[in-house]
């Protein structure tokens, strides 16, 4: 390809900044970013936004190089056989190459009562949401969060700290990712704040009421507030724009992350499905899947073969209130393993951490090519083993799922 290289990045998360930055590396390289927001969501931060202690928003000049233009509308269609996109409010956007970083948000619940009454909070204004509704209750109002995945655990660990009546309802184990070790430390600190643990199949939640949660066992939980942190889900752009994807709508690519459907589309973060066998969705991997998509596209510049994904270090980090937290880390099979960082020195790491996310990307801006992350040598060969595991499991090849 010769002249300029006009690049279009859809979502403004943690992958979608990282690949935008990369790619002003090269001065013939035009780049459009396409968010929905004016700012970046620093999304590891939304539970203490609903606590009161960060607003979790990162102005975008403090994070995105000054080549990239920021265009504040939704996408709403793909056009790949064009090489457009369609955008709610601004007509659309022309392209050489796309990258996908739709992001994830929170999946539709389908338990009765909860679309009405519960409170997500994986999006900013669904956090923002929430605040309120917890102002406006009383300090001892009973309050029930739905999901204990990381961010149950850190909206009920958060809550409790300020001295509300939180209920941590699992609907199956506390902190699944966790080793057992990890589980237990993780109990204590909860059980320290004051938080009632309800684990187990009969903890799912099967319904939700103004001012009650109904369990499966039968109870019935008095509950002023209902937060929903039970699962994501993905936007429904790439299946509406008649590209493949997986049964969650995450678009299907190869190894480069490039899409099984079209050479110049391709994908980073939580909406990416590699072969069909996406990471797990978290900053940890969407980082430096952001930063692989646009080495991808620099490559195929450059007349290169891109590079496979592989990931050489996985873990998980879990703030339980302002004072502790827990670093739980994993093999490259992203499988908790038995060592973990907890209690006052865990809650340092994750906060090194949360302050690290801003700058890695700001870095990026001011010297593209600079993150590395993704080049850590190690992983590709686990990254292998899985692989083969998953076709032997699921041999049929992907279809288009709509």
């Given at each position: 390809m010769t002249g300029n290289t006009r690049v279009v990045v859809i979502g403004g998360g943690y992958a979608g900044v990282m690949a935008a930055n990369r790619l002003t590396g090269r001065d013939d390289v035009t780049v459009t970013l396409v968010n929905p927001r004016s700012d970046f969501v620093h999304r590891v931060r939304l539970h203490q936004l609903v606590g009161g202690s960060d607003d979790a928003v990162v102005a975008y000049r403090d994070v995105l190089a000054e080549r990239v233009r920021l265009v504040v509308d939704t996408a709403t269609r793909i056009d790949a056989a064009g090489r457009s996109v369609t955008l709610a409010a601004d007509g659309t956007l022309d392209y050489d190459y796309l990258v996908y970083a739709a992001g994830s948000g929170s999946a539709g619940p389908s338990v009765p009562g909860a679309?009405?009454?519960?409170?997500?909070?994986?999006?900013?204004?669904?956090?923002?949401?929430?605040?309120?509704?917890?102002?406006?209750?009383?300090?001892?109002?009973?309050?029930?969060?739905?999901?204990?995945?990381?961010?149950?655990?850190?909206?009920?660990?958060?809550?409790?700290?300020?001295?509300?009546?939180?209920?941590?309802?699992?609907?199956?184990?506390?902190?699944?990712?966790?080793?057992t070790r990890g589980r237990r430390s993780v109990a204590k600190r909860l059980a320290a704040l004051g938080v009632t643990v309800l684990d187990g199949s009969g903890s799912q939640v099967t319904a939700v009421t103004r001012d009650t949660v109904r369990l499966a066992d039968g109870r019935e939980l008095p509950s002023e507030v209902t937060v929903w942190t039970a699962g994501f889900g993905v936007p429904d752009l790439a299946a509406r724009s008649g590209l493949s994807t997986d049964s969650l709508g995450r678009l299907l690519t190869d190894e480069t992350l490039t899409s099984v459907d079209d050479a110049r589309i391709v994908a980073a973060g939580d909406s990416a499905a590699p072969s069909g066998l996406p990471l797990r969705m978290s900053c940890l991997n969407a980082m430096p899947l952001g930063a692989r998509a646009a080495d991808t596209v620099l490559g195929r510049l450059a007349g290169e073969q891109p590079d496979g994904i592989h990931q050489s270090f996985y873990a998980q980090c879990v703030s339980l209130g302002r004072g502790a937290g827990i670093y739980q880390f994993a093999n490259r099979s992203d499988v908790a393993v038995w060592l973990h960082i907890d209690d006052s020195l865990g809650a340092k790491v994750k906060e090194l951490i949360c302050k690290s996310i801003p700058k890695h990307l700001s870095d990026e801006a001011r010297k593209p090519g600079s993150f590395r992350l993704h080049r850590i040598p190690g992983g590709a060969a686990k990254r292998r083993q899985l692989l083969r595991a998953h076709r032997a499991e699921a041999p049929a090849p992907a279809g288009k799922v709509v």
């Amino acid at each position: 390809m010769t002249g300029n290289t006009r690049v279009v990045v859809i979502g403004g998360g943690y992958a979608g900044v990282m690949a935008a930055n990369r790619l002003t590396g090269r001065d013939d390289v035009t780049v459009t970013l396409v968010n929905p927001r004016s700012d970046f969501v620093h999304r590891v931060r939304l539970h203490q936004l609903v606590g009161g202690s960060d607003d979790a928003v990162v102005a975008y000049r403090d994070v995105l190089a000054e080549r990239v233009r920021l265009v504040v509308d939704t996408a709403t269609r793909i056009d790949a056989a064009g090489r457009s996109v369609t955008l709610a409010a601004d007509g659309t956007l022309d392209y050489d190459y796309l990258v996908y970083a739709a992001g994830s948000g929170s999946a539709g619940p389908s338990v009765p009562g909860a679309a009405e009454f519960a409170y997500p909070i994986s999006t900013l204004e669904e956090a923002r949401r929430l605040r309120p509704a917890l102002e406006a209750a009383a300090a001892t109002a009973p309050v029930t969060v739905v999901g204990a995945g990381p961010t149950g655990i850190e909206t009920a660990a958060e809550l409790a700290e300020q001295g509300r009546r939180v209920t941590l309802a699992c609907g199956g184990v506390l902190g699944p990712y966790l080793h057992t070790r990890g589980r237990r430390s993780v109990a204590k600190r909860l059980a320290a704040l004051g938080v009632t643990v309800l684990d187990g199949s009969g903890s799912q939640v099967t319904a939700v009421t103004r001012d009650t949660v109904r369990l499966a066992d039968g109870r019935e939980l008095p509950s002023e507030v209902t937060v929903w942190t039970a699962g994501f889900g993905v936007p429904d752009l790439a299946a509406r724009s008649g590209l493949s994807t997986d049964s969650l709508g995450r678009l299907l690519t190869d190894e480069t992350l490039t899409s099984v459907d079209d050479a110049r589309i391709v994908a980073a973060g939580d909406s990416a499905a590699p072969s069909g066998l996406p990471l797990r969705m978290s900053c940890l991997n969407a980082m430096p899947l952001g930063a692989r998509a646009a080495d991808t596209v620099l490559g195929r510049l450059a007349g290169e073969q891109p590079d496979g994904i592989h990931q050489s270090f996985y873990a998980q980090c879990v703030s339980l209130g302002r004072g502790a937290g827990i670093y739980q880390f994993a093999n490259r099979s992203d499988v908790a393993v038995w060592l973990h960082i907890d209690d006052s020195l865990g809650a340092k790491v994750k906060e090194l951490i949360c302050k690290s996310i801003p700058k890695h990307l700001s870095d990026e801006a001011r010297k593209p090519g600079s993150f590395r992350l993704h080049r850590i040598p190690g992983g590709a060969a686990k990254r292998r083993q899985l692989l083969r595991a998953h076709r032997a499991e699921a041999p049929a090849p992907a279809g288009k799922v709509v």
